[in-house]
């Protein structure tokens, strides 16, 4: 079992860059594959990105390919997604989350385990 917890989140303004990170509790952080989801208001959680097990890998959802980035590092059991050219519509409660899973699952029920969320707000 892993614990996640979300921090980094805030208001910004669109065109700025923000990092969330996601760490996590216990010794199997590098069993799992890592995924970030959004939430905005009103709407589903949707797949942001995720990342392989030694994070060699990753995958985009076509929204934020080339202006987010994944990210892990093992040795500190915390995950990162840094965020560039941030829109308006980035706007959301970012989470975190893990599961025993390939980093093409893009589906909230994938997931085994979740974080709490932060939120993004972004300003236009």
């Known amino acids: 079992q892993v614990q996640l917890v979300e921090t980094g989140g805030g208001l910004v303004q669109a065109g700025d860059s923000l990092r969330v990170s996601c760490a996590a509790s216990g010794r199997s952080f590098s069993r799992y594959v890592m995924g970030w989801f959004r939430q905005a208001p009103g709407k589903e959680r949707d797949f942001v990105a995720s990342?392989?097990?030694?994070?060699?890998?990753?995958y985009y959802a076509d929204s934020v390919k080339g202006r987010f980035t994944i990210s892990r590092d093992n040795a500190k059991n915390t995950m990162y997604l840094q965020m560039n050219s941030l829109k308006s519509e980035d706007t959301a409660v970012y989470y975190c989350?893990?599961?025993?899973?390939?980093?093409?699952?893009?589906?909230?029920?994938?997931?085994?385990?979740w974080g709490q969320g932060t939120q993004v707000t972004v300003s236009s």
């Open positions: 989350a893990a599961g025993a899973v390939s980093i093409m699952s893009t589906t909230v029920s994938e997931y085994a385990y």
């Open positions: 990342i392989s097990r030694s994070g060699y890998s990753t």
